[in-house]
């Protein structure tokens, strides 16, 4: 029974316990929004701000932070300036009257400089300043002309710097007063912003100087307290410069507390270098920084009064909650947190781009679907309906009004439609006088056939337009259907790339250094972002190596063993000067590069060429070669060779399928034009990882691979593009091999040699016999070949291009580190 009771109890407890937590996290959550409701909406921590700033002094005289303020929070928070200006004047006559009045004849004076100063077209925060400086001068100096015998040069300075000091609080402020006045900030801090919000806090805390309870001082609890948390939040750095800014200010309103920027500065330094032992670690460094600067002082009361003020901060730093300190750290720039929390939003714009993307690529695709839904894409026209339709026009005008109408269509329906369809075939095909027999049946059965035959004559005409018509919208809609689904393709594989989230690399970062600083190089800084094989991407930032290119010599080659694939130097930055470092930026090799050689030549030696080639190295891995004949010769063939593959280079570079950019380029050539301008493309796509050759041959001529003593012909059957609207593109696949040769040529070299009768014979001979590798040789000798066949006589124009395939192997051979080749895979 007791384990029974047990077994039931369990579930009931953590059923309890775990409405209780969600009870407390609710009450936690509804504090915190009335917390926040009566400091950011009701102005509660303006009004503690402001009655300290009114009792802030620097030198036991100067007032320069009350009016400053003041300003900011009108110019910013116009709606609780009142608040702040009664919050100012309290604190200011809670030290005397003789501050309250000054204080009050400063506001006063300022209201209405600040009421003037709107007939001043400038922008007010650009003239806020000048007015501050303005009112504080015109006040103090109405002041010791009242209250004073007369004025001296030291007066005017005295008024000066303190107008100047207002001067520059104001434009401190107007970035400070922002950010204690608005419940929630989305963007992190500027380091301005941060300076501004410690001046801030510091001369807050002037307003505590002579706040004493026990032997202990307010201000320096405060202060220090300040420190922890900025050195515990930011680091040494700003823990440091807290330190400095805040000693120095208290130190301007009271002389004695001098060495207190030296204990701040110390402690702000220690305590954010202790950071990683948590609390207690940047609570640690405030501690011994006080006994350090504390054994200065001769007095054992000193010290043991500032011990008990530093051990007062570190209670209150303890009591702190964690989140608000984490809250606080995501807008300091330079954090974990911070820097966590900008790749955060980096991640989520990352994603919602990459959505955005998607959606568009499945609008386009969804549009495409809709085209090849609709019939525009594939399907057949409806010949029979068409005919239909066609001949209910023709009886529209003649046979709507015949006397015959009811024997002929509704007797004889089927007997009449017949004549009139073969009719209209017959004269379709220009031979109905060839069919006398025809003519005669058709004059047996109608009592106006000749009338009807001419009407059907007639509207023929205008069937065959519409025809015509119809089919370019077809093939329009086709066009933008496929441009549709490969936009779409580009844009999903946009949007995966997208995605790809750089991967978590420290290990294999660590590793790779200490391989290569185990051999000797200094690596100041490296960045992985890929090591995918074939997709390698690694940034190092080396020492000067005064031009011994040790990057590419020995970094690289290591690399190459560790990572088990060709590694080479892309890009190299070197540095200015000799101390500097090197920027590097390393990655994989393809496992094949193509030489190339090219010869060409005009008709008759002319100098406008109808061939065209190109040869392109797409950023997928591949290397496109391609030649385009434009029909007959000169600038007209010329034109549209070359804009064929201007077309075809352009859609290859966006990541479109081949297939779908060759259907495209010929839908726009067959569209363009009325005339029968049409153009061949030879086009071979070599993977640079695996060799595989895809060929798509339209229209042109076979080609060749030559290994070693054989020779293979590489041959599709495609008409010219141009000719017709729709066509099917037959890809044909080749497995090549390092050294083979892979030769292209136009018509005109094919089909050039004289007195040849099987030119595929010829040619595969000519190609066999050639002893040399090199691709310009044995595109040369091609052409030279050609052209002595025909004496010496260009009757065509001529192109040859002629591609070999080699590993590619790098500069330098790989230096083995066994040691780490497996750990960093």
């Not at 009045?101 to 100063?117: A, E, M, N, T």
């Not at 330190?243 to 402690?267: P, Q």
């Not at 080659?557 to 060709?566: H, K, V």
């Not at 691709?775 to 065509?796: F, H, K, N, Y």
Request: aromatic share 10%; net charge negative.
């Amino acid at each position: 029974m007791q384990k029974t009771e047990r077994n039931f109890a369990g579930p009931a407890t953590e059923a309890v316990f775990n409405r209780t937590r969600l009870e407390m996290a609710r009450i936690f959550t509804k504090t915190s929004l009335k917390t926040e409701k009566v400091l950011f909406q009701w102005g509660l921590i303006l009004l503690a701000v402001g009655f300290l700033l009114g009792r802030a002094l620097i030198l036991m005289e100067i007032m320069p932070f009350a009016l400053p303020f003041f300003a900011a929070v009108l110019a910013i928070k116009k709606d609780k300036a009142a608040l702040a200006g009664l919050a100012i004047l309290a604190g200011a006559f809670s030290l005397s009257l003789q501050n309250g009045g000054v204080v009050f004849c400063s506001l006063f004076v300022f209201l209405l400089l600040h009421r003037f100063s709107g007939f001043i077209t400038i922008d007010p925060l650009k003239k806020l300043p000048f007015t501050v400086f303005i009112s504080m001068f015109l006040t103090k100096l109405g002041i010791f002309y009242l209250f004073s015998q007369g004025v001296t040069m030291y007066d005017f300075a005295f008024i000066a710097v303190e107008a100047g000091l207002s001067f520059i609080l104001t434009m401190i402020f107007l970035q400070s007063v922002p950010l204690i006045s608005y419940r929630k900030r989305k963007q992190s801090l500027k380091t301005e912003e941060v300076i501004s919000l410690i001046i801030l806090l510091a001369s807050v805390m002037t307003g505590t100087i002579g706040w004493v309870m026990y032997g202990l001082s307010a201000e320096h609890v405060l202060s220090r307290y300040l420190v922890l948390i900025f050195a515990f939040v930011s680091g040494p750095t700003i823990g440091a410069t807290v330190g400095v800014v805040t000693g120095l200010i208290l130190s301007f309103a009271n002389v004695t507390s001098l060495y207190e920027m030296s204990l701040l500065a110390f402690s702000g330094l220690l305590g954010g270098l202790l950071k990683d032992g948590k609390k207690m670690g940047a609570s640690l460094g405030l501690i011994v920084g006080s006994l350090l600067i504390g054994l200065y002082s001769q007095a054992e009361q000193a010290l043991s009064t500032n011990l008990y003020e530093s051990l007062i901060a570190v209670a209150l730093f303890l009591l702190t909650p964690t989140f608000l300190l984490k809250n606080l750290s995501k807008l300091v720039p330079g954090t974990s947190e911070n820097m966590m929390e900008q790749q955060q939003y980096i991640r989520k714009v990352r994603d919602v781009t990459a959505n955005r993307v998607e959606q568009f690529s499945n609008v386009f695709q969804a549009l495409s679907d809709s085209f090849t839904q609709n019939g525009f894409y594939e399907e057949k026209r409806n010949e029979e309906k068409e005919i239909d339709y066609f001949l209910s026009s023709v009886t529209e005008r003649t046979c709507q009004f015949c006397f015959k109408k009811e024997q002929c269509w509704a007797q004889q329906f089927d007997t009449t439609y017949e004549y009139l369809k073969e009719i209209m075939l017959e004269i379709d095909n220009n031979s109905l006088e060839q069919n006398p027999k025809l003519v005669r049946e058709m004059d047996k059965h109608c009592v106006k056939s000749k009338k009807v035959i001419d009407v059907i004559e007639h509207e023929l005409t205008y069937f065959k337009a519409n025809q015509q018509l119809k089919s370019q919208i077809h093939e329009s809609r086709r066009i933008v259907a496929e441009q549709l689904h490969g936009v779409s393709q580009v844009m999903n594989n946009f949007a995966q790339e997208i995605k790809r989230e750089r991967e978590n690399l420290n290990v294999q970062e660590e590793q790779i250094v200490e391989a290569l600083r185990s051999f000797g190089m200094e690596i100041n800084q490296i960045e992985i972002y890929s090591l995918e094989p074939g997709n390698v991407d690694v940034e190092m930032w080396v020492p000067y190596c005064h031009g011994r290119g040790e990057c590419e010599k020995i970094i690289a080659p290591m690399l190459t063993d560790i990572l088990g694939e060709s590694i080479v130097v892309k890009n190299e930055e070197c540095a200015k000067y000799p101390q500097g470092y090197c920027h590097v930026s390393f990655g994989s090799t393809k496992a094949y590069v193509v030489d190339t050689g090219v010869a060409h030549a005009a008709k008759g030696g002319g100098f406008v060429s109808g061939d065209s080639y190109s040869m392109i190295e797409l950023n997928a891995g591949k290397y496109a070669l391609a030649i385009s004949d434009g029909m007959g010769n000169g600038e007209r063939a010329h034109y549209e060779s070359s804009e064929t593959l201007q077309l075809l280079k352009q859609i290859l570079q966006t990541g479109i399928e081949e297939t779908i950019a060759i259907k495209s380029i010929n839908s726009i050539l067959s569209l363009r034009t009325s005339d029968e301008i049409f153009s061949t493309l030879d086009l071979a796509m070599i993977d640079l990882q695996d060799a595989n050759v895809n060929f798509l041959k339209i229209g042109s001529t076979p080609s060749f691979i030559k290994r070693g003593d054989k020779v293979i012909k590489v041959q599709a059957s495609n008409l010219p593009m141009g000719i017709i609207e729709e066509f099917e593109v037959d890809v044909v696949s080749e497995q090549m091999k390092a050294q083979d040769l892979l030769i292209m040529m136009s018509d005109g070299v094919f089909e050039g040699p004289r007195h040849v009768e099987n030119y595929e014979m010829w040619m595969k001979r000519k190609i066999g016999e050639l002893q040399t590798d090199d691709p310009q040789e044995i595109a040369d000798l091609i052409m030279e070949e050609v052209i002595r066949t025909r004496s010496g006589l260009i009757e065509d124009d001529m192109t040859v291009v002629v591609a070999k395939l080699k590993h590619n192997t790098p500069k330098w051979s790989s230096i083995p580190t066994y040691a780490y080749r497996k750990k960093a895979q």
